[in-house]
Each structure stands twice: as C-alpha cells, then as structure tokens.
Nanobody, 115 residues
Framework: QVQLVESGGGLVQPGGSLRLSCAASGRLFNWYTMAWYRQAPGNQRELVARIGRDGPPTYADTVKGRFFISIDNAKATVSLQMNSLKPEDTAVYYC?????????WGQGTQVTVSS
C-alpha cells in the first residue's frame, strides 16, 4: 500500500506563487510515475504535470512555463512549484503515484487564485 499526503494549498492573488508538496509512504519501490492532477468545479480531473524515474517531466499546455514538478527521492516527496497563478488555476489539486498494478491518490488540496 501507498499513502500520499498533500500540503501547501491556499488562497493566493493572481500573479502569485504557491508550492504544493506530496509526501509518499509505504511500498514505493516499484513506482514509475508521479503526477499532479487538478479538478475544478464542474470539470473533469485533468493532468497538470507528470514525472517519471527517467526522462523529462511533462506538463499540460495551460501550465507550461509557469508550473514546475520535481522529486526529492531521499524524502519521497514530489513538489509542484506554481508561478504566475491565474484565476483559472483554481481547483483541488491531487497527487498521484502509479505502480505497475495500481494508481494511488492523495486526498487533495484546495488552491484558490483570487483578488
């Protein structure tokens, strides 16, 4: 089993920055991707950024150049640095970890971008 706990959400003004973190614990030895998704009210959950054991990270077109995903393997933590935030970035952000057998999700953290 894997447990994911997100932190770092909150209220920020347009143009501001936030950093989300996701601490993973449990059976992590065979994970192959970690990612951040988001879901705004009335919308489907969408991929924001994904990072694997090898290769460069990938980003949704809507966040390229503003959001950056990174992993601290020693701390088993994946982070999402969000810059130049826009009102349309408002959503619940979910951490995701994939193994060959299963996908795991965190409980979500609210990000609200508003003046």
């Amino acid at each position: 089993q894997v447990q994911l706990v997100e932190s770092g959400g909150g209220l920020v003004q347009p143009g501001g920055s936030l950093r989300l973190s996701c601490a993973a614990s449990g059976r992590l030895f065979n994970w192959y991707t970690m990612a951040w998704y988001r879901q705004a009210p009335g919308n489907q959950r969408e991929l924001v950024a994904r990072i694997g054991r090898d290769g460069p990270p990938t980003y949704a077109d809507t966040v390229k150049g503003r959001f950056f995903i990174s992993i601290d393997n020693a701390k088993a933590t994946v982070s999402l640095q969000m810059n130049s935030l826009k009102p349309e970035d408002t959503a619940v952000y979910y951490c995701n970890l994939n193994t060959p057998r299963e996908a795991y999700w965190g409980q979500g953290t609210q990000v609200t971008v508003s003046s």
